[in-house]
């Protein structure tokens, strides 16, 4: 059970926050992503992710820590962290081959609850209904937004299901690492593994084009921002109370990917955009208010 104290309260929202805005830099990063997506391969997209964010991250940690920040204590959960973030990302791209985009954040954003599964067996955290319910609105705003169809068990679905699984234990082996790590080796591993993977990947299927001047913006901007993404997610998730409290707030994404739409391609929100927005956003405020009361020891 959390304390009752001011510094409860302050990494509560303080970690709400840094997830809040992870998740905004992840859209924008989707944003650059399917820009880039009209001209360049995933793989030279993510290599090139992978390298801005390894340079940067490398050379941070090198700088402020020195050679011996590289190899941590917990050493093997950096690198199973940044399997599972390598394994998320690249079955995400494999769904969305096959499965439509409504389908695709259906099945996704259900990550939610496989963190609550997941904290409940390897955290040893306590979820009651309430919580439970929390997410479930979320959710059931993020279908009414969707409206997936599922019109057959594709491998797609399995992909995208997979996918969820890895992004579900990445965020639980956060809590398990902790917010002692330096803040650059949160993503130094991770960019390490897009690199060498990505890097022959692109290789070996042949796909690299050359660079055009006018997607270099667009490369510039992506890479910083999966790193900003990375860091802030990671950081939120180590310095939350508990998981559970803070994992409905993924459901944040898809209001900036509605916002972006709106703004970018003039995709103006339909009725039933608002309600399943509205749910989306009572479901956070909710997940809040209901940590505020068990702070306060009230029913």
Known sequence: MPDNSFSHKARLLEAVCLVIAGYFAYS?????SKKLQDVYGVYQILAVCGIVGLII????LLARHGSGAFVPHNLKMHLFRALLVLGSSNLMVKS???LPLADFYGITFIVPFFVMILAVVFLGERVGWRRCGAALVGFSGIIILARPQFDD?????V???????CNAGN?????KIGQDAPLPLYGFYVFLAFTAFNLFMMEASGSYKPFEAAYLPYFLIHGPVVILALLFISIGFAKAPEAVVVA???YTQIIWGVAFGWYFFGAMPTAATWAG???VIGAGLYSLWREYKIVHNMN
């Open 57 to 60: 991250t490398g050379v941070w």
């Open 96 to 98: 969305l081959q096959t």
């Open 248 to 250: 409905p707030f993924q």
């Open 159 to 165: 992909y995208a299901l997979l996918g969820a699984v």
């Open 153 to 157: 068990i594709s491998e797609g679905i």
């Open 28 to 32: 924008v990063a989707d944003f650059c």
């Open 277 to 279: 927005l509205a749910m």
């Open 171 to 175: 965020i639980v082996t956060l809590k």
